[in-house]
């Protein structure tokens, strides 16, 4: 082994947190978030150590620099604010601190009683070698402080001086960088826009806001269901593919193989001859419509989505202009797409490989280009998992350049591993595997790992109990409690959720078989027409639970999820609180559809910031009954019969000036 470059660098830095993949990626924040780092610095044996936190925007090329505090065993912690959109490095220096040694070692010797004369020499000599790194008036009041330490015939004086705390902060400032030891990274934070925590989104067909039968929806009756989505309080509309649908090998409706005359098509078969990506199916409108129905949702605080899916029909532009973009068989056609046994001849996919795959990602690049122009900045993106990670990771920070308000679903149902590189490279949020998690275990065991682990520097869950493709079993037969607890669920154990409508709010249930999760009269194929004020709909309880998240910043994040327990094993029970602490949630959910579940939920009191003596409320958002408890252990009763749920704003009880007690 070689010497290194400067063998009188001692201080280690190690196990730095937060730090993804030996900081191969970058750590997640939201604007206005302060980001908490944390390190092991320490050195060979008994002399202090300092250390200092360094971060500066990706715009700058100047460090800010923080003073970093020890929190016992050689853990250092400090942090820094991230105050706008793009990304930001981070990195800890350490380094020797002589003059803090010096000092505790002089505090040691006056105590024993021994004489410290030469002591108070040595110390004079490191505040003036500091004073000549300083400059200007620091360095005349070192070399003060330093004559003060000489003094032989005024001991007090000299002892006030070495511990003037003036003094020790003004030698922190220059210490001999020669000898700091930087860590051997910059880690970047990318920092996001709020939307990209907290979110509702609405999820519709374009083609099936009409209620009459018989016509194909437009844009503009998107804009007349505008109304209705914002009274249930959603403010993203993701829309499904809105281009034009190949008419070649269409599917018909319940995915047969066979359209009938005048079948629309599944719309994510995409492209024909009146265009592909960046077109629009000529039913719903133009493409100034398009942009009037943008703006008119941005008047409503409602930010348009698109979904990009990355296929096409056999009579996509492309086919014909770029046929070096998809696979070919040993018969010279087209490889269409297959999960065998199930073939879709409907839908070619693109070849990755492609000799002319630098073409192939300029152009998909330049898809998510024409859509931003449009004023869209939100993208659902269809099984990004079936495309290479590189070729995500260079689009999006190619696209965030030049929008880096931009945000990005990955809608990838899929392995573990795969989610979560995607959402490392760049993706700002994620589908999960809620839809798949139903019992008490399966829902803490899942979210404490999403919330509680390190995948919560990176991932940010996007909870939705049902899609246009996924009809759980828990809703096909649960029926109207199962939709109630599933978007609680999703509406408070996460910051993020989405529901697919108004398939959901009216209760569709049917499924195209049994085991299956397609539905019967699947939108995905057909037009629907839905009876928005059909009196069964739950949209009225749906707007209830978005008010109450609105009105609680502590549904607005999940960084301190904590599930209590319940002596019941249908009845979960978990915990939020605001980022600064100020608002605590309490939410109760009955898991059971079909029967009523009393039980004892025993809470973390130090979480609610609540003494064991204390009464406190707890205001239900959904039903507006106010219950008095104390203490820990507390009884609830929730009937699936009616709102199986509570959603509770736990209320603490303070002392007014007018001597009177009331709760907030």
């Known amino acids: 082994m070689q010497k290194p470059a400067d063998g009188r660098k001692r201080v280690v830095i190690e196990s730095v947190e937060p730090e993804i993949d030996v900081g191969r990626y970058p750590i997640k924040r939201i604007v206005g978030d302060s980001v908490e780092v944390e390190v092991d610095v320490f050195a060979d044996g008994h002399d202090h150590v300092a250390a200092r936190l360094l971060f500066r925007s990706e715009e700058t090329s100047t460090w800010t620099i923080v003073s970093m505090r020890p929190v016992g065993n050689d853990r250092w912690r400090g942090e820094f604010p991230v105050t706008k959109v793009g990304e930001y490095l981070y990195t800890i220096a350490g380094w020797i601190d002589h003059f803090d040694t010096w000092r505790s070692d002089l505090e040691k010797r006056i105590a024993a009683g021994q004489d410290i004369g030469v002591d108070l020499l040595n110390g004079a000599q490191l505040v003036e070698q500091a004073a000549v790194r300083a ?4 360095a005349n009041a070192l070399r003060r402080w330093a004559a003060l330490l000489r003094t032989t015939d005024d001991l007090a004086a000299a002892q006030a ?23 051997e990274r910059e880690l970047r934070v990318t920092v996001d826009r709020e939307k990209a925590r907290y979110s509702a989104w609405y999820e519709m067909f374009p083609r099936s806001t009409v209620a009459e ?3 194909h929806g437009t844009f503009k009756d998107c804009e007349a269901r505008l109304d209705y989505i914002e009274r249930l309080g959603f403010d993203v509309l993701y829309l499904p593919p809105i281009h034009p649908i190949g008419s070649s090998f269409r599917k018909g409706k319940n995915n047969s193989t066979t359209a009938e005359p005048g079948e629309p098509g599944s719309t994510w078969a995409i492209g024909s001859k009146e265009g592909g ?12 419509d398009f942009r009037h129905l943008v703006a008119a949702a941005a008047g409503k605080g409602i930010e348009l989505a698109l979904d990009i899916a990355f296929q096409c029909s056999p009579d996509h532009p492309w086919v014909t202009e770029h046929p070096e973009w998809f696979r070919h068989r040993a018969d010279g056609t087209i490889q269409y797409a297959e999960n065998p046994p199930k073939k879709y001849q409907d839908i070619y996919p693109l070849d990755f490989e492609s000799s002319d795959w630098q073409g192939l990602w300029d152009g998909l690049r330049d898809v998510f280009l024409f859509w931003m122009e449009q004023g869209v900045r939100i993208f659902r993106v269809d099984n990004p998992h079936t495309k290479p990670f590189s070729f995500w990771e260079w689009a999006i920070a190619e696209l965030k350049r030049d929008y880096p308000d931009a ?7 899929t392995r573990p591993r795969v989610m979560q590189r995607l959402a490392k490279l760049g993706f700002s949020q994620s589908y999960t595997y809620f839809t798949w998690r139903n019992t008490k275990q399966e829902l803490t065991e899942y979210f404490t790992e999403l919330t509680q682990t390190r995948i919560r520097e990176y991932m940010r869950p996007n909870l939705w109990p049902n899609t246009p493709d996924i009809l759980h079993e828990t809703l096909q037969i649960g029926g109207r409690p199962a939709f109630l607890s599933r978007i609680v669920l999703a509406a408070t154990l996460g910051p993020n959720y989405g529901i697919y409508g108004p398939a959901f709010e009216l209760g569709e249930n049917q499924p195209l078989r049994p085991g299956s999760e397609e539905y019967l009269n699947s939108e995905k194929y057909e037009i629907r027409h839905w009876d928005l004020d059909a009196p ?12 109450a998240r609105h009105e609680n910043p502590a ?25 600064d602490g100020s608002n605590f949630v309490l939410t109760v959910v009955n898991l059971d559809s079909f029967h009523t579940q009393p039980g004892w939920v025993t809470l973390d009191l130090d979480r609610l910031k609540l003494r064991s003596d204390e009464s406190f409320q707890v205001f239900d958002q959904l039903t507006g009954m106010r219950y008095l408890w104390q203490g820990a252990r507390n009884f609830v009763e929730l009937s699936p019969d009616k709102i199986p749920a509570h959603i509770f704003h736990v209320l603490r009880k303070v002392r007014s000036e007018r001597d009177f007690d009331y709760y907030q």
Request: glycine fraction near 6%.
């Open 277 to 288: 990506h960046t077109a629009i199916h000529s039913e719903l409108g133009t493409l100034d």
């Open 536 to 547: 069964h709909s739950i949209a009225g309880i749906i707007a209830t639970i978005n008010r």
């Open 213 to 215: 039968p018989g016509r």
């Open 135 to 138: 400059g200007g008036d620091d």
């Open 555 to 579: 549904l607005h994040a999940s960084h301190d999820l904590f599930f209590h327990p319940t002596d019941n094993p249908w009845l979960v029970a978990y915990s939020k609180s605001s980022l």
């Open 161 to 183: 001086a070495a511990f003037d705390p003036a003094l020790a902060a003004t030698m922190a400032l220059y210490f001999d960088p020669a000898l700091e030891t930087r860590y």
């Open 407 to 413: 945000l990005f679903l990955a809608e990838a149902f």
